[in-house]
Nanobody, 124 residues
């Protein structure tokens, strides 16, 4: 059974930073694509960015490009989302997701496993 557990959410003032973690367990993740999504109240869940366990660059939504950075620690089976220059519009529940077939996708239905989510609140 695959488990994804997010942590690191919280409250921060605009312009501040937070780092989210996604700890993965249950199987070997070298063939997975890992992504971060977020969902604000009353809105659809949207793709934030993603990375492959096997290597290569991360990919980002235009709304976070230049402010957010995704990285991974293969030894710890953990993916990180470093969020800088946070804005009130970044307020959302942030989810980690894994896709076994390998390719990153911006479509939530393409992902096989999800974490429980962690709340990020940015005040103005």
């Amino acid at each position: 059974q695959v488990q994804l557990v997010e942590s690191g959410g919280g409250w921060v003032q605009a312009g501040g930073s937070l780092r989210l973690s996604c700890a993965a367990s249950g199987r070997t993740f070298s063939s997975y694509a890992m992504a971060w999504f977020r969902q604000a109240p009353g809105k659809e869940r949207e793709f934030v960015g993603g990375i492959y366990w096997s290597g290569g660059n991360a990919f980002y939504a235009d709304s976070v490009k230049g402010r957010f950075t995704i990285s991974r620690d293969n030894a710890k089976n953990t993916v990180y989302l470093q969020m800088n220059s946070l804005k009130p519009e970044d307020t959302a529940v942030y989810y980690c997701a894994a896709r076994y077939t390998g390719l990153l996708s911006t479509t939530r239905d393409d992902y096989d496993y999800w974490g429980q989510g962690t709340q990020v609140t940015v005040s103005s």
